[in-house]
Every structure is written in structure tokens, then in C-alpha cells.
């Protein structure tokens, strides 16, 4: 400490800091920039794996073989889709649907107005602000072992015919969701029970459903009373399918201001997709192959997909609908499904099973997913940088702002001295002149 305050060791690392500070910073710039994209590296990042015993993946086997009834309940979305006025979700068709099944079925209308919304102009009056008005319908599988004091949610957004041309279909996502819903209604070894929620208008609607079941107010969305709930949620999935016939399944992890699901849960999707031999992407990438794991494609390809993964936290936005979760601590993923015209295209069976053995690793659980991490880089699906790995290089690209706020402070500081001294110099001759001015 007597080094710090030494007047003389002060002005020595003032004076070095101000006159190398730029060159010190280019250097910590580029190691650090060097030094973060070589953790993409296959010897420098580590192995997924499973913190949390409880899940016991793949322990049991899948039985989930429905496949007609998957295409059955979609064709007949899409019909009523078409006779549905203004593209609105057919409400009624899903309220039988899950009625027929034997759930408990409620429905929630919203409306949602806010002063970033588009506002609609009026030739007679002011301009108004566009209200946006949807409906959530959700069935309740109540679990027979428990008292509902927990749950798991299976979410699908609903898309309107003109919402498909942009976005794509989800009918075949709904058609597994009530075909699902019919197998598990067979089943008694649930322990918690399982929400089957259709929304509309993809974020708004899953913002508003998740307002009213935690009954959390907001200023800017008024929601029709939620007369029926659950328990605590222990993890949600939120699926996309638009076809029966699928090439891939991408996972989307990324929630808003960079917030990401537990690790187990991504690790749970990938190593079930690879068992029922699906291939599975991240970012829309699939795994650089096992022989350039060692080469410069291998680490070229894993470190794009990091830094498309670093993209979207630092952009802030969820990749999908499943981001909401998060904000209340529900651990949430999204599996999207890009369908595929050859022979060997995997069946929409293949997803049901793997959406069945999610489920029942979630229904093992005692408590919520906290061993694994929470701050993680994925270069790829079975590879993964901690938050101890990228935070080293993330310290040498801080070191240069700081460089800078300090050469920044000290040049301040010799301003104000400098000025300082002018006026003491000023004052001294208007002194002397005062003196040689007055009469001896």
C-alpha cells in the first residue's frame, strides 16, 4: 500500500499509462480475441455431460408409436384453419379436442396494447395505438400419484395461414401434441401433472399466459381471469413441426438478455434425439464430422456456431417462445423440426418418442435442474465452454476500456493542474503590477 501511496510511484504509473496505454490495449485486445475463439478448439472445450442423476435418459423404453393419429388431427387443423374467420386459433375445435381426451380444459383471452405497437390513423381523430386480442386454450393431464403440486408444460404456438408463408407451419406440432395427450392420458405413473398449451400470436401470447398463471400484473396486457392452474413448473418444451417427415431437429436454447436453460436440459434433447436417430442441430448446423474434430475445418465450423451462439445472447432476443420461461426461472427449450422430401427422412414417431422420454426424465425429478450450468458457450451439441473457460479471455478484453478510462481520468487531471497554474500565474502578476503601481 505504501507503493500506491507514493507520490512518486503515482506520477511513474501515470506517466507510463498515458504514454503505452494504446499499445498495451491493442495487444490484450487481440490475445484476448485469440484466446476466445481458440476455446472453439476441440482439446480446449470440454464434454457434455449429465449432473443431474435423476433424469436417467433413455433408462426406460419409448413406446409413443401413433403416427396416424399425429397426420389425422392435423389434416383436420388445417381444414378448420381455412374456414376459421381472420386467421383467428380455432378455439372451439381445440376445446373439444382436448375435452374428448379427457383433460381439463380452459381457455384465456388477452388484449395487448402498447405504445411501441404500430398506431392506426384516423382521418376523423387522433391517431389510436393497435390492440392486438388472442386466445391461449390449454388442457390439464391432472398426474394420478400427486396432488398437482407441480407440473411440466408442452407448448405449441398456433400459426394462421398467413403466419405460415412467413414463419411456418406448426399443425403437425399440434396433431403429436393431442396425439401425445391421448398416450400419456393411458398412463398412471405420472407425478406431475402435464399442461398442453396452444398459443397465439407466438411471444405475446406466451407472455400473457405466463403473467396470468403467476399472476404477475402488467400494465400493458389485461388477461380474462385464469380459472384453472397447476403447480410449481418444472420445465417446459416448446415444439415446432410443420410436416410428418422430418430432415433435422434444431434446439434452440437462447432466452432474452442472453438467459440460457440449464445444460442437463439441452444435453436431455440431444442425447434422446440421437438415440431414436434423428439428426440434431444447434444454430441450424449439424457437428463438424469426429475426423476433423483435430483439423482447421473442424475448429473453423465449431467456431462459427459459438460465435452464432455468443450472436444471439448479445442481441438479447429469445429464439423462440420458449425464452419467456426463463424469466421465471422454468427451465424451456424449443425443438424445431425442418421437414425433408427423401427416403430417408425420419418419421414424426421418432419425435413423439423422444418429446415421451423428456417428459418422463422431467417427471423423475425431486427438484429443480441446478447442478449443471447455467453459463455456458456451445461450439457444438456434445461439446461445451463453461463459464470458467471464457471469462479468462473476457478479463484481457475488459483491461483495454479500463486502459483507457484511466489514461482518460489522468489527462483530466493535468488539464485541471495546468489550469491551475495559469490562474495562480495570473494572479501573481496582477499582484505585482498592483505593487509597482502604488506610490513609494
Known sequence: MGLLTDPKTQATVSRLISKYYAVVSIFFYIIGIIYMLSLAHYPLSAGTYFSENALLPALVEREYHSETDTRTYANELREVARGTPKGAIPEQWLYSKFRELGLDVYSQNYTVSHPFMETVTSKKGPSKTKVITGTNVYGILRAPRLAGTEAIVLTVPYRSLRQVATFGSTNHGIGLML?????????????????????????????????????????????SLMSGRSGSVM??????????????????????????????????????????????????????????????????????????????????????????????????????????????????????????????????????????????????????????????????????????????????????????????????????????????
Open 179 to 223: 396425439s401425445l395427450a391421448s398416450y400419456f392420458r393411458r398412463h398412471t405413473y405420472w407425478s406431475k401433472d402435464i399442461i398442453f398449451l396452444v398459443v397465439e400470436h407466438e411471444e405475446i401470447g406466451m407472455r400473457a399466459w405466463l403473467e396470468s398463471y403467476h399472476d404477475t400484473k402488467s400494465s400493458y396486457i389485461t388477461s
Open 235 to 440: 420445465g417446459a418444451i416448446n415444439l415446432e413441426l410443420g410436416s410428418d417427415s422430418l430432415d433435422h431437429i434444431d434446439i434452440m436454447i437462447e432466452g432474452p438478455n442472453g438467459q440460457l436453460p440449464n445444460l442437463d436440459l439441452f444435453n436431455l434433447a440431444v442425447r434422446l434425439c440421437k438415440r431414436e436417430g434423428i439428426a440434431v442441430t444447434f444454430q441450424n448446423r449439424q457437428d463438424a464430422l469426429q475426423a476433423q474434430w483435430l483439423r482447421y475445418e473442424g475448429f473453423k465450423h465449431s467456431m462459427k456456431t459459438m460465435l452464432l451462439n455468443m450472436a444471439h445472447q448479445a442481441s438479447g432476443k429469445p429464439s423462440g417462445i420458449h425464452g419467456l420461461f426463463l424469466q421465471y426461472h422454468i427451465e424451456a427449450l424449443t425443438l424445431k423440426g425442418y421437414p425433408s422430401q427423401s427416403r430417408r427422412a425420419q418419421s414424426i414417431v421418432s419425435v413423439g418418442r423422444v418429446l415421451e422420454g423428456m417428459t418422463r426424465s422431467i417427471n423423475n425429478l425431486l427438484e429443480r435442474l441446478h447442478q449443471s450450468f447455467f453459463f455456458y458457450i456451445l461450439p457444438s451439441t456434445e461439446r461445451y465452454i463453461s463459464i470458467g473457460l471464457y471469462m479468462p479471455p473476457f478479463g484481457l478484453l475488459m483491461v483495454v476500456p479500463i486502459l483507457h478510462g484511466l489514461a482518460l481520468w489522468i489527462a483530466s487531471g493535468k488539464v485541471e493542474d495546468d489550469q491551475e497554474g495559469e490562474k495562480v500565474g495570473e494572479s501573481d502578476e496582477k499582484h505585482s503590477d498592483e505593487k509597482k503601481r502604488q506610490p513609494s
